[in-house]
């Protein structure tokens, strides 16, 4: 419902769930960010329309990510038949939660609510697959605040 919320409804009917977005993201911060990789989505149906190459893209949900392509096979990610599109992600600040995940082969990266992303390409290998590249970048603007004073939701520039 969190997920679902936040993709889909007005910020006003987020408020029951601050209290454990809060709670969740001091956690989540708490947690070092990966470094600098590529890892992917994906969705059983086609959304490359949505996704024109040099578009801005920002995902509000938590979303779910993994360094391991095999993952995706399942039925429940991506699959191996009908629409379905798989996100290249070359991300900044995922958090590797797979030491606190039931599902430690998924090797799953979790990315925070206001990703930031541009589309860099797309293109269909196969009928009904479509691959889209996204790279994340800081916003202009601070799309989610810091849970707490001190905390960074993205990585220390040295």
Known sequence: MLNYTLKNCSREELRPYFSYMKLFLTALVKLPCCPPLTV????TKN???DFPPGTPVTWWAFSSTT???TVLENNMYLGTTGGRTLFSVEVINGRTIRA??????????LLL????MIVQSQFSPATDLYIIHLK???PDEILLQPPFEGASLYPKIT
């Open 40 to 43: 992917w989505r994906g969705v």
């Open 47 to 49: 959304l490359s329309a």
């Open 67 to 69: 360094t391991e392509l």
């Open 100 to 109: 606190h995940s039931h599902f430690v082969t998924e090797d799953e990266i």
């Open 113 to 116: 609510p206001g990703t930031h």
């Open 136 to 138: 994340q970048v800081i």
